[in-house]
């Protein structure tokens, strides 16, 4: 069992900057994603990266903004935010792939262990 433990959100105002954290209570040779979920929306996927570091994934509405990285000394995964937007505001959550390390999944369903989320406003 694997507990995940995100930190970094807040409160930014509208073309601010924010980097999420989070950290693993074991190491684990996954890829790992990040994914955010609005009130009243579904989870969706903003970003992933192989065990590696070696590939990532973004989502296009987050493409050139946001960077996912990793330190797996640390088993920390970060996401850096930038040029942030009003509907970036959510619940984002950092999770762990059940599947190969070097495939990048893009669905909540390919995920099997999940922090508890760190919230993440942007005003206009």
């Known amino acids: 069992q694997v507990q995940l433990v995100e930190s970094g959100g807040g409160l930014v105002q509208a073309g601010g900057s924010l980097t999420l954290s989070c950290v693993a209570s074991a190491r684990t040779a996954a890829t790992k994603g990040w994914f955010r979920q609005a009130p009243g929306k579904e989870r969706e996927f903003v970003a992933a990266?192989?065990?590696?570091?070696?590939?990532?994934s973004y989502a296009d509405s987050v493409k050139g903004r946001f960077t996912i990285s990793r330190d797996n000394v640390k088993n920390t995964v970060r996401l850096q935010m930038n040029s942030l937007k009003p509907e970036a505001t959510a619940v984002y959550y950092c999770a762990v792939a059940s599947g190969l390390a070097r495939t990048l999944p893009s669905m909540p369903q390919q995920y099997n262990y999940w922090g508890q989320g760190t919230q993440v406003t942007v005003s206009s």
């Open positions: 990266i192989t065990w590696s570091g070696g590939a990532t």
